[in-house]
C-alpha cells in the first residue's frame, strides 16, 4: 500500500500559480503511476493531469495543457503539480492519486487504487 498527503493549496487571484505537492510513503514510490484529479462544488471528480512511473511521459486534460505541469522527485517520493495561470474555473479540491505501473495513462478515477484526502484550491477573480 501506498499513503498519500497533498499540501500547497490556497487561495489565488487569477492568473497567478500554486505548486502543489503529494508525498508519499509506503511502498517504493516508483510502483506506481501518479496522477492528480480535481472536484469542483457540485460536479464529479475530473482527470487533470498523470505522470508515469519514471517520469518520462505525461499527460494532460485539455483544459489545463498548456498552464499546468506535473512532475515527481523520485528521491523524495514527491510529485508535484504546478498551476499557473490560474482561472477562477480551476477551483476544486486537488487530489492526488496513484496506480500500479502500466503500459498506458489512465484518466479514469476508478483505475487509480490509492488517494489522497486533497487540498482545496481557490482561485478568486
Known amino acids: 500500500q501506498v499513503q498519500l498527503v497533498e499540501s500547497g493549496g490556497g487561495l489565488v487571484q487569477a492568473g497567478g500559480s500554486l505548486r502543489l505537492s503529494c508525498a508519499a510513503s509506503?511502498?517504493?514510490?516508483?510502483?506506481?503511476?501518479m496522477g492528480w484529479f480535481r472536484q469542483a462544488p457540485g460536479k464529479e471528480r475530473d482527470f487533470v493531469a498523470a505522470?508515469?512511473?519514471?517520469?518520462?511521459?505525461?499527460d494532460y486534460a485539455d483544459s489545463v495543457k498548456g498552464r499546468f505541469s506535473i512532475s515527481r522527485d523520485n528521491a523524495e517520493n514527491t510529485v508535484y503539480l504546478q498551476m499557473s495561470s490560474l482561472k477562477p474555473e480551476d477551483t476544486a479540491v486537488y487530489y492526488c492519486a496513484a496506480r500500479g505501473r502500466s503500459l498506458r495513462y489512465s484518466r479514469t478515477e476508478s483505475e487509480y487504487d490509492y488517494w489522497g484526502r486533497g487540498t482545496q484550491v481557490t482561485v478568486s477573480s
Open positions: 505522470i508515469s512511473w519514471s517520469g518520462g511521459t505525461n
Open positions: 509506503g511502498r517504493t514510490f516508483t510502483s506506481y503511476d
